[in-house]
């Protein structure tokens, strides 16, 4: 009777391993390094800048480009919460 109940325990466990075998529970995911390193991190988007050599800049400021002066302003033209652009200033 023993080995019975030992050769149907058996019997389960090795179905149940086959099971995972072939239907995969395994999940993969893509996450960027960034998430788990503290070294490398890309800053968050500025909504409320403008960008320039991989600097954000905030409206009002100025950065002189190849000779031109540059200011980061409002697009008046434009419907959203925080449209800034860079503008060349008159000299």
Do not use: H
């Not at 788990?36 to 500025?46: K, L, N």
Request: aromatic content about 6%.
């Amino acid at each position: 009777m023993k080995r019975i109940v030992m050769a149907v325990l058996l019997g389960v466990f090795a179905a149940g391993s086959q099971a995972d075998q072939r239907f995969g529970t395994g999940v993969d995911v893509n996450i960027p390094p960034e998430i788990f390193s503290s070294s490398g991190q890309r800053p968050p988007p500025c909504n409320q800048c403008c960008i320039y050599q991989d600097q954000n800049y905030s409206e009002g400021a100025v950065v002189k480009a190849e000779g031109v002066l540059l200011q980061c302003q409002r697009e008046p033209n434009a419907l959203s919460t925080n449209p800034l652009v860079w503008r060349r200033v008159r000299e």
